[in-house]
């Protein structure tokens, strides 16, 4: 990556810190206050059910310049996922799989803090290790390094500050989702599947929503319009 070499310092630690540095100004930005998610490029709609998933993906740091930490340039996707609830029934998003769907059927789940943290400042896992002990004692779990705060500062102003979509409200939070691996442009084609959200007594589990990212792409500045199909009788 090098043509010449620093001494015990890598490119990719320097370009990381300068990251990181940068991004510390944003520490007191806001994100834009959440919309109905009907407003949104992308969303499914279930007009029986009266509820709304939007998903609305940052693929450009200038365009979510209010995160701490570089996660885009990382292989970190942020997408803010909105919820619209015009039932007169509270929803509940404690058991919901929010899931990244590519072109390919890759299923990525949403990020951990702890995938984060592996992602941004070590290769090393931060799940910790098992250290043995004299039977009949479990092992216990070292953790080397703790999740960093600007990780969980970030969580705590832009993430979920709850799970409950109260009747006639919108609730909405960024997910982040490792996209490394896949093929550019990684929304074409892909889609975001959101399940298991159901009523808060429980009594009822709302149908899947799948939300086309291909929508989110038509609708940005520069985006080549579909071409019209042909008429075979013209």
């Known amino acids: 990556m090098m043509s010449h070499r620093f001494p015990r310092t890598s490119i990719l630690l320097v370009t990381t810190t300068c990251l990181f540095a940068a991004n510390l100004l944003a520490a007191d930005k806001k994100a834009p206050p959440p919309k109905p ?3 949104y490029a ?3 709609a279930h007009p029986n059910e009266h509820v709304t998933v939007a998903a609305d993906p940052c693929d450009d740091p200038k365009d979510c310049d209010f995160f701490r930490l570089p996660y885009i340039q990382h292989g970190m996707l942020p997408i803010r996922v909105i919820f619209t609830n015009d039932s007169d029934t509270a929803i509940s998003l ?3 799989r929010i899931q990244f ?3 390919n059927n890759d299923k990525i789940p949403a990020a951990t803090d702890d995938d984060i943290q592996r992602r941004l400042f070590s290769t090393k ?3 910790g290790r098992k250290i043995p002990l004299p039977a009949p004692l479990p092992p216990i779990t070292v ?3 703790p999740v960093d705060k600007l990780i969980t500062k970030d969580d705590t102003d832009f993430g979920f ?3 409950t979509v109260n009747p006639h409200s919108t609730l909405a939070g960024y997910l982040f989702y490792d996209v490394r691996q896949l093929d550019d442009p990684v929304l074409k ?5 959101v399940k298991m959200v159901h009523t808060v007594d429980g009594k009822k589990q709302l149908f899947d929503f799948n939300i086309p990212f291909d929508k989110w792409l038509a609708a940005q500045p520069g985006a080549t319009p579909t071409p019209k199909p042909t008429n075979p009788s013209e």
């Not at 084609?189 to 599947?193: E, I, K, R, S, T």
């Open 37 to 39: 998610a009907n407003q």
């Open 42 to 44: 992308s969303f499914d």
């Open 94 to 96: 404690d058991d919901a």
């Open 101 to 103: 769907i590519s072109i």
């Open 125 to 127: 896992g931060t799940a």
């Open 143 to 145: 953790h080397d390094k």
């Open 161 to 163: 500050n709850g799970t």
């Open 189 to 193: 084609g892909a889609q975001l599947y």
